[in-house]
């Protein structure tokens, strides 16, 4: 153990590497780098150098997934896997995502000079299909490791008209590699992610460090609210079928919904449709979307039947019709209670008090959770502000979170007691 | 007096002059006669052919306004005016304006028939500019007749950039004739005007007339609510500043503003605007529009008062910015009290129950009110469809209101006990 950890070195160096990392981009003044672009290739060089330089040995897969391995004590030994995504969203931060395969490239380089040694290999990973801002795919790269590729997604189509599958090939990779892509289940011991928060609340709390409990399963839901069109002026109230007033009280109804839960669950009308949408005519007909998040999928499969409940209820009362359809649905991924309560402890032996949260947004680990217990550490983000420019988060967090994955390696034991992992995941 | 008034027969011949009138349309498979346009021509021939046949003397003012006229005891007795308009809507419905100048010509053709005489003129006016479908002016021609045509309205464009003043020309009209349109309100003793309902009240109640009471003042304004926007994932319930749910919030305490007071006001939230509008993004800002409607302007002022109380309350709970801006802004126009009890003492004479109520549509008597006092009779509507081809009012509800009016005018006496119609309007 490296009880002088530098933990203000860590994060310095960092965000010089994120600020690196930031300046490959389509565009000369904002970051955008989809994937399998010139700005990817040139991205995933930058990242494989670093690994290098930390000694590790870097490959790539069919995927274009960068891969720095360092070895453990034979070369079957199961291997703990660290990553996340360097594509990105157009107009970026330079946080989202890079954060999670810097850091653990930091670690592995702080562990190989301090001389420390492991019996279990360790790799680190930078996917490159996350974002999902090229093709209507995200996660492929993620899944490919997985083994859970899905061929059809070559076939998916960029906005410019061009193959996912050609821009594959154009990116020097062969589909047929792909399969050789997936790891060996019984060589992987687990999986972790640090990644910024994107959302507010370890800065409302005052704390660097987040353990994430779960990523939250979404449900969106599209809800049709029909009533009767009228003239403004001439129809008294007691009369009315007003859609929108009744898509307003279910609007209250779902936040209510959410408020109740009390287990973090968040619900989200982002969309709203106004039929015909006319200063002087009662309003016949409103389209809402409703997105919703939580923890726990028994939540959030109660919290849908309140709703729908909920809705009719109101739709009833005056006199309208209402129609929900779920057009997108993706379960809960919880994280392994073993990996949060090793992150915790080597958060806190830092000295840091990290907060238990879900992740509201998605992330690769949904994908490798199909390989592997999964495990995520969350930084603090300023504002919850992501997808942006002024995304932000401290050198010093950063250097934290470094730190706390310094100590994580350095205090895990492969193999543990028994079964140890595999257990605490069973009864997850 | 006619005790045998065959109103099933006045019925029956109002349907047939609707449907000749409905004839005229600018589409040949539907109806759409616009102000100043040749159909505008036609259908005025018509209505001037049906004034000469029911004995009346027809003239045509600057504004294209059909004006037949029926003498009094001398040619400077003041008159009693009834009318409406005979332009429409773009695929219109045959009743909505055009009712309210052929149920005037029937009754006056009835008293010609049954040989009443009396002391006052009455002049049936047929006007051309009330919809506001061709130029974004509206009631420019009953304008006219009050002496209240603002010049400024000849510089209006219609939708093929055609101006006003031009169309006038065109016409055959010369817009130095305008102030010559106006009547001497001194030779005027009211103005009484037959509509349908445009609204379902009169079909709810199961009675065929309505006695308005006061043409309702409205009020239009503009809602901005500023919130806060954030992932719709990782933004806990309880940090959100949600534009949305204000505004629902917003919709609701509107309409139980109208609800509350109780007295037939009408309130309805017809255009929304969610920014960004993203099915995961938390929204940001919303616009919407609040159209208010009562039959008292007192009641409309105070719950403007109370709408703008509310609003900032629901935004200082929820840490959201409103800003509350009116666009339109409209007086009530009372029907005069005593106008009221004399039309509704001829419905009764027949048999009716009128309903008292406002009118929440617009109408020429709201110009004319400038002029003289204004009487409004309701006609019950299929539905209270209005503007829309399935506009209907049945033979036997228009028979019954032309006798109404047959009855009205048999029974008014000018002069009568002195100041008696002036004195009711002085203490509405």
Known sequence: MSPSLDTAGLGARAAEMLDELAQISASADHLT??????????????????MR???LEVTEDALGTVRGHRPGASPDAPRLLFGSHIDTVENAGRFDGCLGVVLPILALDWLARSGHQAPFGIDVLAFGDEEGSRFPTTLSASAAIAGIFS???????????VRFEDALRAYGKDPADIPAAAYDPARVIAYVEAHIE??????????????????????RLSVTVTGEAGHAGTVPMRLRHDALLGAAEMALAIERIAVEAGDGMVATVGRVHVEPGAVNVIPARVVFTVD?????DLSRRTALERLEREAH??????????????????????????????LAEAAASLGARPVWM???????????????????????????ISHNPAEYASPADMGLAAGTLVRFIERFEWPGPAGSLREAGESA
Chains 1, 2 share one sequence.
Request: proline share 7%; glycine share 14%.
């Open 292 to 296: 919703l998040r939580s923890g726990s």
């Open 53 to 55: 330089q930390a000694g």
């Open 198 to 219: 994107q959302g507010p609340v370890l800065e409302v709390e005052g704390e660097p460090l987040g353990i994430v409990t779960a990523i939250a399963g979404a449900s």
């Open 151 to 161: 061929p059809s997604m070559l076939a998916a189509r960029d906005s410019d008209g």
């Open 358 to 384: 879900p992740s509201g947004a998605g992330h690769d680990g949904q994908a490798v959770s199909r390989l592997c217990p999964i495990g995520m550490l969350f930084v603090r983000c300023r504002g919850g």
């Open 313 to 342: 209820h109101v739709a009833d009362r005056r006199g309208l019709g209402v129609v929900i359809s779920a057009f997108h649905e993706v379960g809960t991924v919880p994280c392994f209670p073993d990996l949060q309560r090793r």
């Open 33 to 50: 780098r989809f994937f399998l672009t010139p700005e990817h290739r040139r991205g995933a060089d930058l990242v494989a150098r670093w």
